[in-house]
């Protein structure tokens, strides 16, 4: 994930994931309290992904750190962003 943490003041506009592993997978962003926040599908063959860091309302998210779940034909893959604003 870059970049983190995500820092709008300081020109963030975009969060992009990237690795072998995304295409074709579900992408789930939680706050650490297990809310979710949004879901994103990632088209199949992309290695790199990017995101407004908005919610399913297109909203901005709030200040904090945030959980995010992959899943793919490949496994479950997990990790962690902030926001800062």
Same mark, same amino acid.
């Given at each position: *994930?870059?970049?983190? @943490?995500?820092? @709008?003041?300081?020109? +963030? +506009?975009?969060?992009?994931?990237f690795g072998g592993s $995304?295409?074709?997978?579900? $992408?789930?962003?939680?706050?650490v309290s297990g809310q979710? *926040?949004?879901? $994103?599908?990632? @088209? ?7 995101? +407004? *860091? ?5 909203? @901005?998210?709030?200040?904090? *750190? ?5 899943? !793919?034909?490949?496994? !479950? ?9």
């Open positions: *994930v870059n970049p983190n @943490p995500f820092v @709008p003041a300081r020109g +963030d +506009d975009r969060i992009t994931f $995304l295409g074709g997978g579900q $992408l789930n962003i939680y706050t979710r *926040v949004t879901t $994103l599908y990632v @088209p199949p063959e992309e290695i790199r992904f990017s995101w +407004d *860091v908005k919610n399913e309302k297109g909203e @901005p998210l709030a200040s904090g *750190v945030y959980i995010w779940r992959l899943k !793919t034909r490949e496994g !479950t893959f997990y990790g962690k962003f902030a926001v800062i604003r």
